[in-house]
C-alpha cells in the first residue's frame, strides 16, 4: 500500500476518533436539550407583558376615583409613602367615623373624640355645643345608617407627606330638638330624615398615630 493511500487511512482514523470523543462530551441535539437564548427583541416583550400585569391599574384605588385623575395620583403617593395604606380600609373607616363623631356632636359629647378632630374643628363643635346649652336646647339623635358614601377628592403634600381625603356622606337618622321644658320644638323622634355632609380627613403619612382627624365640614 503506497504512503499517500496509508496517510489518508490515519487522517480518517484519527477524525472519526475526535468526532466520537465530542459526541460523548457534548452529547447530541436529539430529544431535551437547552433551547436557544431569545433575542433581544423578545426579551424586551416579555418585559413589556411582565409590567403590564404587575404594573396594572391598581383596583383600590380606581375603584373609588377616576384612573389617572389628580385623586388617584395622591392616592398613589400616598400608598407609597406607607404601604399599609388601603384606600378601601380607610372608606370603612371613615364610615365608622362619620356616625361616631355625628352622634358626639348631636349628643353634646365629643371630648373623646378629640384625637379624631383637628383642634379648630374641636373648638367650633365645643362653640356649638355651648351655645345650645345657654339656650337650653338638647338634641336626641338616634343613627340609622349611611345610604351613601363616596370619595370625592384627595391630595398629597410631598414635602409634608400630608394626605387629605375628602369623602361625601348621606346618612339616615332621627333627630328632635327639645327646649329646657323637654318640648319637641324641631324634628320627629320617628321620621328618618337624610342628611349630606362633604367631610375631609387628614393625617401625616408614616406617622407613629394612625388617627386621621377631621379638618373640614361642609353640606
Known amino acids: 500500500m503506497n504512503t499517500p493511500i496509508v496517510q489518508l487511512l490515519v487522517l480518517a482514523g484519527i ?4 468526532i466520537l ?3 460523548s462530551v457534548l452529547g447530541t441535539r436529539d430529544g431535551f436539550e437547552k433551547p436557544e437564548a431569545p433575542s ?3 426579551r424586551d416583550d416579555t418585559a413589556r407583558d411582565f409590567e403590564v400585569i404587575e404594573g396594572g391599574p391598581d383596583h383600590d384605588i380606581i375603584d373609588h376615583v377616576p384612573e ?7 392616592l398613589a403617593k400616598m400608598k407609597r409613602a406607607e404601604p399599609s395604606f388601603g384606600v378601601g380600609e380607610f372608606l370603612s373607616g ?6 361616631m363623631i355625628l352622634m358626639g356632636f348631636d349628643n353634646g359629647e365629643i371630648e373623646d373624640l378629640k384625637p379624631f378632630l383637628s383642634d379648630e374643628i374641636y373648638e367650633s363643635f365645643s362653640e356649638v355645643i355651648e351655645q345650645r346649652a345657654q339656650q337650653g336646647l338638647t338634641i336626641e339623635a ?9 370619595l370625592v377628592d384627595a391630595t398629597f403634600d410631598d414635602t409634608e407627606r400630608l394626605a387629605e381625603i375628602t369623602v361625601k356622606y348621606v346618612g339616615e ?11 319637641v320644638i324641631e324634628g320627629s323622634p320617628t321620621a328618618v330624615k337624610r342628611q349630606k355632609d362633604v367631610w375631609t380627613y ?6 407613629d398615630d394612625p388617627n386621621w382627624q377631621l379638618v373640614a365640614t361642609d353640606e
Open 15 to 18: 477524525a472519526i476518533f475526535l
Open 21 to 23: 470523543r465530542l459526541r
Open 40 to 42: 433581544p427583541s423578545r
Open 68 to 74: 389617572n385623575s389628580p385623586a388617584a395620583e395622591a
Open 94 to 99: 371613615a364610615r365608622g367615623a362619620y356616625e
Open 142 to 150: 338616634q343613627f340609622v345608617g349611611v345610604r351613601e358614601l363616596s
Open 173 to 183: 337618622l332621627t333627630s328632635v330638638v327639645k327646649n329646657a321644658a323637654g318640648e
Open 202 to 207: 387628614a393625617r401625616r403619612m408614616g406617622s
